[in-house]
């Protein structure tokens, strides 16, 4: 209703009138074809002045015809939208114009198509301004577009109701919808522009899939803030976002990175190039490492199937938020398999030669021919350090062997056992093995000197669990849930040992002293293994191999004192050290999602170089028998690292 007159025109002879219509109330026309504003200035000599100022909601219908607001005729028509204003139709359409010079000027939030139709068109979106866009704005081919407010491809209504009192603070509109808009026209925007838009990477590098997309028939000239919302992030092109007909300028826009994501603009169209750079400063080393095979897959040729996983990280704008993220990914808990490996190997080759490790004269087993069963259980606790999360390891075994005299001067031996591991790395990890031991030895003897070389090996199988904890919803919608992987490895360790044994003892005496050395060469294989449960996400563990040195003095005291039954008992302490010639033991791993140029990353788990071992216990036997038993405390200690274990031993001599 236009002054207060009639819908439409006569369109006899002469020119239409001007048409001048302010109003700031509501005006509703939401059945077929409705449209809520119409001014229409024809005649057959022309239009005049259309002149509208309108401050309310505005909302048009649906179907053929309809529009919130439609200019016909009017030769200079200019349309102002308060900040009070929203507008919008049921069929989309919020604007129509016909041959006129249309200018609009908007404070106000609009939704939906425009098509001003001919002549020489200007939309102006105001600083205070929302234009959301769906498929065309046709303002004509010399239309201009200047944005200084907030331009958003895509988005449907969403209001909390309507009536006489609402007002534009009462509407929303969807978010994270992808939009691709043809604009009829040039685009200005402005330094106070703001340019929200939804981009999704594809490994396909193609403009407009998954993202929004502005497509111009005319020039570009871009300014003010962008703000990329990533919706899927699988590799990382330049990606256009405004597809420019004509020339296109870049006058200094900004665009808002995240913590991972290094955003920047080029030009050829208006492109957003992005940088990434998810291993962070303040990262530990294992977090670090699984920063850059993202960067690696991201830069090379991308993973469609990790896209979802990667643009949730890098929508993160909290440093603290992604290295806990990553954290969750790293694969520390394999190189601690390892490490419980070497632990164990060592502790196996230790035992070898069981029956000289306390002979004195008044304790002698039969020149070092018995066999022996022995059990034990211990603890190993080491607190976080540098980086690498806290590691324990829980051992029981069972394991027996025999020596046999070869001559006076050389004995052989033969041994084997059972263990069960069971290991954790920190809170994010945990498995269990069942392992076999093997192991020969061969020792002589010259007075108080005793040389030997023990070979052993281990075999043994891990059923881990990674529990991964990652999850979170993507702006569109899409749910991103990693929980748990699970993996079956085999590590296999041999050791060579060379030990050597000095027993001081005063004739006569009960007290003796024995100092020795243990050089030990570990080599330890780790087969690889792929993680199952979370498909893409979950992580290829590589085969690894590697060997470690290690060098053990050691001082034991004891001494055997007769008992007036008969019996035989041996005190005995022992200290020394370890001292290895690393601090780490890595593995290689790489996403299961990852294309193969990506490579693959190295986690780390560590332990200290030096260990301070003692070994406390007592031996009984009995002057007529030919069987003793021993119980011993045995622990290691050191700068973050303790272990605690019981032993009982039983000796019988041939």
């Not at 024809?42 to 002149?51: A, C």
């Not at 010399?142 to 534009?168: F, I, M, W």
């Not at 992808?178 to 838009?197: A, Y």
């Not at 405004?242 to 603009?265: F, H, M, W």
Request: hydrophobic share 40%.
């Amino acid at each position: 209703l236009v002054d207060q007159v009639f819908r439409g025109s006569a369109g006899g002879d002469g020119s239409g009138g001007a048409i001048a219509l302010t109003a700031d109330g509501n005006v509703v026309a939401d059945a077929a074809g409705g449209v809520a504003i119409l001014a229409q200035s024809e005649g057959r000599n022309g239009g005049g002045r259309v002149t509208l100022g309108l401050d309310g909601v505005i909302k048009g219908g649906s179907g053929t015809g309809a529009a919130a607001i439609a200019v016909t005729g009017g030769s200079e028509n200019r349309v102002d939208l308060g900040s009070n204003g929203f507008v919008f139709a049921l069929n989309n359409v919020a604007i129509t114009g016909s041959s006129g010079n249309d200018r609009i000027v908007s404070k106000a939030g609009v939704v939906g198509n425009i098509d001003l139709g001919g002549g020489r068109n200007r939309l102006t979106n105001a600083a205070s301004g929302t234009l959301v866009t769906h498929e065309t704005l046709d303002l004509g081919r010399d239309g201009l577009l200047t944005n200084a407010g907030l331009l958003v491809p895509g988005g449907d209504v969403v209001q909390s109701g309507l009536g006489a009192s609402a007002s534009r603070s009462d509407f929303t509109t969807t978010r994270n919808v992808p939009q691709t808009t043809t604009l009829v026209g040039s685009l200005l925007m402005t330094p106070t522009s703001r340019f929200q838009i939804d981009v999704s990477y594809r490994a396909s590098g193609a403009a407009g899939d998954g993202s929004d997309l502005i497509r111009t028939t005319g020039s570009v000239t871009f300014d003010g803030l962008v703000a990329p919302t990533l919706l899927s992030l699988e590799r990382l092109f330049p990606l256009t976002i405004i597809e420019s007909g004509g020339a296109a300028v870049d006058r200094g826009a900004t665009v808002l990175d995240t913590a991972t994501i290094d955003y920047s603009i080029a030009i050829g169209s208006i492109e957003l190039a992005a940088t990434p750079d998810f291993s962070l400063p303040g990262m530990t080393g294992n977090q670090g490492a699984v920063g850059d095979h993202i960067n690696a897959i991201l830069t090379g040729d991308g993973s469609a199937a990790l896209g979802p996983l990667f643009a949730l990280i890098g929508n993160m704008t909290d440093a603290g938020e992604v290295a806990a993220t990553l954290d969750r990914l790293t694969t520390e808990g394999y190189a601690a398999n390892r490490v419980a490996t070497l632990f164990s190997g060592l502790g196996f080759a230790a035992g070898i030669g069981d029956c000289e490790r306390r002979k004195s004269r008044e304790f002698d087993l039969a020149r070092g021919e018995c066999w022996w069963l022995e059990t034990q259980g211990d603890r190993f606790e080491q607190d976080p350090f540098d980086g690498y999360r806290s590691l324990g390891i829980r051992s029981n075994s069972m394991i027996g062997g025999v020596e046999r005299a070869i001559d006076d001067n050389w004995t052989a031996g033969f041994a084997l056992g059972y263990e069960s591991l069971d290991v954790t790395s920190g809170d994010s990890f945990s498995s269990d093995a069942d392992r076999g031991h093997l192991g020969v030895s061969i020792f002589r003897r010259t007075g108080p000197l005793v040389l030997g070389a023990a070979l052993t090996g281990s075999f043994g199988q891990f059923e881990s669990t990674r529990y991964v904890g990652v999850s979170g919803t993507l702006p569109d919608g899409n749910a991103v849930s990693l929980v748990s992987a699970e993996s079956t490895q085999t590590i296999t360790q041999a050791n060579l040992g060379l030990r050597a044994a000095y027993t001081l003892q005063n004739p006569g005496s009960q007290v003796y002293a024995r100092p020795s050395i243990d050089l030990d060469a570990s080599y330890i294989y780790a087969s690889q293994a792929d993680e199952s449960g979370e498909a893409a996400f979950g992580m290829e563990v590589g085969s690894t191999s590697e060997w470690v040195l290690s060098m053990s003095p050691t001082v034991e005291v004891g001494g055997t004192f007769r008992s007036d039954a008969g019996a035989l008992v041996h005190p005995f302490l022992r200290g020394g050290f370890t001292l290895f010639d690393t601090d780490r033991l890595e593995i290689d791993s790489a996403f299961i999602g990852a294309p193969e140029s990506a490579g693959r990353f190295q986690n780390a788990s560590g332990f200290d170089r030096l260990l301070g071992r003692v070994n406390a216990g007592l031996d009984i036997g009995s002057e007529n028998s030919s069987s003793r038993v021993e119980l011993g405390y045995y622990g290691v200690f050191s700068e973050h690292s303790t272990l605690h274990g019981l032993g009982v031993n039983w000796t019988m001599r041939f």
